[in-house]
């Protein structure tokens, strides 16, 4: 399983090499009505397979982007080895909430999703049209004394598939991808490498913690390492 998982964390590092060069905004997003939103039953609730977890940054279940630096909000710098990676599952009712901001940024006609996958062209629905949430977790840098960190470079983290679908279960032709919000309200879609039963987010710059949104989205999951052209914006 160790194997797996650093397998995957291997591809996604190196996605997040090249993301920020291939990031792309909303019109890379595919505008589509949404039918209905749903979130998963089991979010925000002791049923979600995620647990709360808390290791080094650099761990069996997370690596950073040669290059990337942290630090405090009082400005000082923290060495990697000192920084912890904080997972939470979120209630249900900030995942509603995300939906609910997912879902206005998608119909508003400025800019409120950026694409940062690689890919050219990204759906954020199912196959039947839904905004379907399948999970919503928390990711915070700290230090040791509990102090945030913020990030600025890429940090990744990787799951059990199972623990992300929480019972869901993928149609032909569907995939998952990973969106968190920042402070000024825009999203950011990330990329996603799914793989050997193990799913792996990397997450760009960012400060103390993030709210990541895992929805079902039409498209095939990435595996390798795309080539590294510009999406068409």
């Known amino acids: 399983m160790k194997k797996k998982v650093a397998i995957v964390l291997s591809v996604i590092l190196a996605c997040s090499m090249s993301m920020t060069a291939m990031a792309a905004p909303s019109p890379s997003i595919q505008k589509e009505p949404v039918a209905q939103v749903v979130v998963n039953p089991t979010v925000g609730t002791a049923g979600n397979n995620v647990a709360v977890q808390a290791t080094t940054v650099n761990s069996e279940k997370s690596a950073v982007l040669p290059g990337t630096t942290f630090k405090t909000a009082s400005g000082q710098v923290v060495d990697p080895a000192a920084v912890a990676m904080v997972v939470a599952p979120s209630t249900a009712e900030q995942a509603q909430a995300a939906a609910a901001s997912l879902v206005a940024a998608l119909a508003s006609s400025k800019m409120q999703v950026v694409n940062f996958t690689g890919k050219s062209a990204l759906s954020l629905t199912d196959t039947k049209g839904n905004l379907n949430v399948v999970n919503n977790i928390t990711i915070g840098l700290t230090t040791a004394s509990g102090e945030a960190v913020a990030q600025n470079g890429s940090v990744s983290a990787a799951f ?34 799914i793989k050997n039963g193990t799913v792996a987010i990397a997450l760009p710059a960012f400060g103390g913690a993030v709210n990541v949104t895992f929805v079902v989205a ?16």
């Open 160 to 193: 059990a598939l199972t623990e992300i679908l929480g019972g869901t279960a993928l149609a032909e032709g569907e995939t998952i991808q990973a969106l968190y919000q920042r402070a000024d309200g825009t999203w950011v879609a990330v990329p996603v490498v």
């Open 218 to 233: 039409k498209g095939a999951s990435l595996e390798d390492v795309p080539a590294t052209t510009s999406p068409r914006t």
